[in-house]
Structures are given as C-alpha cells and as structure tokens.
Nanobody, 116 residues
Framework: QVQLVESGGGLVQPGGSLRLSCAAS????????WGWYRQAPGKQRELVAT???????NYAESMKGRFTISRDNAKPTVYLQMNSLKPEDTAVYYC??????????WGQGTQVTVSS
C-alpha cells in the first residue's frame, strides 16, 4: 500500500503564494505520473496539473502561468507552487500518483483558502 502525505496548505490573501508538497512512500521508479487535483465545495474534483516521469507537464487552462508543478528526483516528492492566488482557488487540493504496477493512489487532501 502506497501512502501520500501532503503539506503546505493554509490561509493566504488574494495575490499571495503557497507551495504544496506531496511525499510518496514508494520508489520514484514506481511512479509513472504525479498529479494535483482540487475540489471546491459543491463542485466536482478537477485537474490542476500533472507531471510525468520524464517531466512532461500538463496544466488546467485557468492555472497556466500561475501554478508550477515540479518533482524532486532525489526523493519521491512532488510540489505545486501556486502564485497570484485568487478566491476561486479555494479548495481541498489532492495529490495523486499513477504507478506502473501498484495502481493509483490519492492523498488525504490539504485545504487551501484564499481570502482577505
């Protein structure tokens, strides 16, 4: 069983920044793709960004230019740098990994609140 541990959420003012982290309890060589998703109250979970094991990235349109996904090749950790945050970015952010042989996994989620 693979576990994902997220951190870095919190309360930030509009225009501010946050950096989310997600550490996986498996080898980086097991992971095909990392992803960040979010779910706002009353809405469906949506894609934020993904990064593959060859560092190919994909972003939701509304996050392009504001959010950056990256990974640490020295350890199984993915990051989401979020800049120019808006109130509509308020949501629970979830980390996801797709592995070669062990299936897909989700983190427990971390709350991000953008409010003045």
């Amino acid at each position: 069983q693979v576990q994902l541990v997220e951190s870095g959420g919190g309360l930030v003012q509009p225009g501010g920044s946050l950096r989310l982290s997600c550490a996986a309890s498996t080898s980086i060589f097991d992971i095909v793709r990392w992803g960040w998703y979010r779910q706002a109250p009353g809405k469906q979970r949506e894609l934020v960004a993904t990064i593959t094991n060859v560092d190919s990235t994909n972003y939701a349109e509304s996050m392009k230019g504001r959010f950056t996904i990256s990974r640490d090749n020295a350890k199984p950790t993915v990051y989401l740098q979020m800049n120019s945050l808006k109130p509509e970015d308020t949501a629970v952010y979830y980390c996801n990994i797709v592995t070669y042989l062990k299936g897909d996994y989700w983190g427990q989620g971390t709350q991000v609140t953008v409010s003045s």
